[in-house]
């Protein structure tokens, strides 16, 4: 269960991130503070976080992408060497993922090894 308010707590820091135009690390140390908070396992802790952020990541640069008729990442796409626009949509989503997976992970980490090495 506590994976669940683990994996909304991460998408709603992650959508206020974009709303409020935060930085791009502000969801992993959202989810750092959210997995250390829950009792989840270090596993739960990195990938449920990165679950939430591939979602909300993917979403919003794929919304990007079709909002300027793929001329936005067409153009980056061959500035960094990529086939497509899509493909950097993909990136973008999956380095958002590891960025919140990884914060999660550290959370959950922190407080495993605070209560001793027990769960």
Known sequence: MYRLFLLLLVLLICVATLYLDWPWYVPAIGAAVSAGLLPVWRRAGFYFPF????????????????????RL??????????????????????????????????????RVAAAGGKR
């Open 51 to 70: 679950l939430a952020a591939v979602m909300v990541w993917g979403c919003y640069s794929g919304y990007l992408h079709l909002l300027s008729e793929g």
């Open 73 to 110: 990442g067409d153009r980056l796409a061959v500035t960094f060497g990529v086939p497509t626009g899509w493909v950097l949509v993909v990136i973008t989503a999956l380095w958002g993922g590891f960025t919140a997976g990884l914060g999660g992970l550290l959370g959950a980490a922190v």
